[in-house]
T-cell receptor, first 117, second 114 residues
Framework: EAGVTQSPTHLIKTRGQQATLRCSPI?????VYWYQQALGLGLQFLLW???????NRGNFPPRFSGRQFPNYSSELNVNALELEDSALYLC????????????????FGAGSRLTVL | AQSVTQLGSHVSVSEGALVLLRCNYS??????LFWYVQYPNQGLQLLLK??????LVKGINGFEAEFKKSETSFHLTKPSAHMSDAAEYFC????????????FGDGTTLTVKP
């Protein structure tokens, strides 16, 4: 069974440009989560999509956005890149939102490393 | 809102010694608690999870954790460290009322000395 796949593995951009990161969840998972892992800052929650809808959003500016497609894959867009956006962006998937889904285990991809110069 | 605090950003042990990684949580409703491990250049992998059944949870690779409500703790232990245990470990909390938004601690880097 394929795991969570993310692309690209590495991405180098300059300030002001836009970056698009992609994620394919495990088959059967309908929820996709995005986390930012910047050096020394741990994992910061960005976005949660379930059944095509944005369910929750972390404390990030609106230039961080995304969407989930009918096949449950997702993309994260970062507009007007800033130097501090340099980080590892992790995508995770799980079974969908339902009663008791707080116990859902997140399965992570290997991440996309974004470098902003 | 829930939160997690991992005490000690770096822990160093000798091979064969006890591993103890500390995690304290805060939650206004019954929590679900998780430990994940991240090896270099990889995503996070689940080690174990607490879902309100047994308070002592056994995970993969010989790790276990005990949920102590009175201490709001969920510390991770392993009796004997192996070199392959060197990695970064994350404690996370989730609740049903905000399902999907797991909150992670800042992580603890475990170094194992030969």
């Amino acid at each position: 069974e394929a795991g969570v796949t993310q692309s690209p593995t590495h991405l180098i951009k300059t300030r002001g440009q836009q970056a698009t990161l992609r994620c394919s969840p495990i088959s059967g998972h309908t929820s996709v989560y995005w986390y930012q892992q910047a050096l020394g800052l741990g994992l910061q929650f960005l976005l949660w999509y379930d059944e095509g809808e944005e369910r929750n959003r972390g404390n990030f500016p609106p230039r961080f956005s995304g969407r989930q497609f009918p096949n449950y894959s997702s993309e994260l867009n970062v507009n007007a890149l800033e130097l501090e956006d340099s980080a590892l962006y992790l995508c995770a998937s799980s079974f969908g939102y339902s009663a008791g889904s707080g116990a859902n285990v997140l399965t992570f991809g290997a991440g996309s490393r974004l470098t902003v110069l | 809102a829930q939160s997690v605090t991992q005490l000690g950003s770096h822990v160093s042990v000798s091979e064969g010694a006890l591993v103890l990684l500390r995690c304290n949580y805060s939650s206004s409703v019954p929590p679900y608690l998780f430990w994940y491990v991240q090896y270099p250049n990889q995503g996070l992998q689940l080690l174990l999870k607490y879902t309100s059944a047994a308070t002592l949870v056994k995970g993969i690779n010989g790790f276990e954790a005990e949920f102590k409500k009175s201490e709001t703790s969920f510390h991770l232990t392993k009796p004997s460290a192996h070199m392959s245990d060197a990695a970064e470990y994350f404690c996370a909390v989730s609740v049903n009322t905000n399902a999907g938004k797991s909150t992670f601690g800042d992580g603890t880097t475990l170094t194992v000395k030969p």
